[in-house]
């Protein structure tokens, strides 16, 4: 049984924030989702999130997807994990891990637990030319791990010491609980610190092994500002270069931002500066021009996003959208559309080969097949108290400046005059004029020019 330890309950006052420190995010998901996941994705049995601090704001996150642990007051990461009382009594391998080390991959997860099998405990190191402040490795005559020691408990040759604890253990899940009541006091922080697990476990004759990292900066913690930004970088550069080996062109990776759970097929081309996050795919051969941002959609095959906002909705096959358009609220665009500048849909469904150019709002609407929607059309949806939908026929065609008052219903092959307010369904086929008549006084003009005072 594989089961995983994340500790969440530290107050993170480097960061600076009234937001958790787990829950700023990198390329646009909270580190705390990015750990989880890809817990999540080696299949670990049971996972623990031990939280504290501002705890509603993880739990609100997270949901019913992780059992929790509490740790009201910060004793240490000791007092930190032994909070897990879920997992007293069971059998396997447990997974100890910081909240902020986000970007540890599945891969990754996966080889620490494989390598553990026929050790009682593993510890992850890494070699840093520079290790500044970090907690060494302490080895003894035959290479073997003897202890971990922190920073200010150094002696001076220790220092020289250049193997670090990234701060991962996994452990036989009955001896991490049967060795957690003999950690002692910290005699500086008087905290309990789960670093002394490794002496306890030598001195009792347990079998431990270290694994070192090949990239530490896959370890790497988040304490503040400067590493979310190195964290961001990292992960950024690492996913842009797999979604580059795929066949997908990136302009400039630099200024391109693409969440962890994208999928996009091969040919596709995105521009410089998009954003494209969250449960997105997009289809072969689409092209993703400059400055559009792109969150829990689907886009199709051979699709062109030109500076546009598309969001939680669905675009076609062959379709393209902007510049400058909008895209929301589950609204699902068919295949062969075209959708032009400054146009915005929410919660509209648009048939296949209509055309939207430019200027209008459709909400809460649904549009058949081959339709035209002129110039600054708008669907009236909301009466100040509820939303209303406006059902479109196929073939319709909406003059430019119209707008349709809901609940009302326009019939297949329906012209609406230019300039019309409806407010009454439409019958199939038919003509709807519905503006005021035009009303010429001639001469009322220069003579209001020339009136007195203007």
């Not at 035959?142 to 193997?163: H, P, S, Y």
């Not at 049967?178 to 610190?193: A, F, M, R, S, V």
């Not at 004029?433 to 220069?446: D, N, P």
């Amino acid at each position: 049984m594989k089961n995983a330890i994340v500790l969440a309950a530290g107050k993170g006052t480097r960061m600076q924030s009234s937001t958790n420190k787990v829950m700023h995010h990198i390329l646009h998901k909270p580190m705390i989702g990015l750990l989880v996941d890809n817990l999540k994705k080696v299949d670990v049995d049971k996972i623990i999130v031990v939280t504290g601090h501002q705890r509603e704001q993880i739990e609100t996150y997270l949901g019913d997807s992780v059992e929790y642990a509490v740790q009201d007051e910060q004793k240490g990461t000791g007092d930190a994990v032994s909070r897990a009382t879920q997992l007293h009594g069971v059998k396997g391998s447990t997974l100890i891990l910081l909240g902020d080390c986000a970007l540890i991959q599945p891969e990754t997860l996966t080889e620490i637990f494989a390598s553990h099998e026929g050790h009682d405990l593993t510890v992850m190191t890494a070699q840093l030319k520079d290790p500044g402040s970090y907690r060494r490795i302490i080895r003894d005559n035959q290479g073997q791990i003897e202890r971990i020691v922190g920073n200010r408990d150094l002696t001076d040759i220790e220092r020289n010491i250049n193997e670090i604890s990234v701060g991962v253990y996994c452990v036989d899940n009955e001896l991490l609980f049967k060795y957690l009541p003999e950690i002692e006091d910290d005699e500086n922080t008087y905290e309990l610190n789960i670093i002394k697990l490794v002496e306890i476990m030598k001195k009792n004759g347990h079998s431990i092994q270290s694994l070192r990292a090949e990239d530490y900066q896959e370890f790497l913690g988040v304490n503040d500002r400067f590493q979310l930004n190195t964290s961001n970088k990292w992960l950024q550069d690492r996913i842009n270069t797999v979604h580059m080996q795929n066949g997908v062109t990136i302009i400039n990776p630099e200024s391109t931002y693409i969440g962890p759970d994208v999928v996009i097929g091969q040919d596709v081309t995105i521009f410089p500066n998009n954003h494209i996050y969250g449960k997105t795919t997009i289809g072969e051969g689409t092209i993703v021009y400059p400055n559009s941002w792109i969150e829990n959609a689907t886009v199709g095959r051979n699709t062109a996003i030109d500076s546009s906002r598309i969001t939680d909705s669905t675009i076609g096959n062959e379709t393209t959208i902007g510049p400058n358009s909008h895209m929301r609220m589950k609204t699902i665009v068919e295949d062969k559309v075209r959708i032009g500048n400054f146009v915005e849909f929410k919660n509209t469904k648009f048939g296949e080969l209509s055309r939207s150019a430019h200027l209008t709002y459709l909400g809460d609407a649904n549009v058949g097949k081959d339709v035209n929607i002129g110039c600054s059309v708008v669907t009236a949806n909301y009466d100040g108290k509820h939303k209303h939908r406006t059902e479109i026929g196929d073939g319709a065609f909406i003059g430019s400046h119209s707008t349709l008052i809901a609940p009302v219903k326009i019939g297949d092959n329906v012209v609406v005059a230019a300039g019309s307010a409806l407010v009454d369904d439409v019958e199939d086929g038919a003509l709807a004029i519905a503006r005021s008549r035009q009303v010429v006084k001639s001469g009322y003009g220069e003579k209001f020019k020339n009136k007195e005072g203007q």
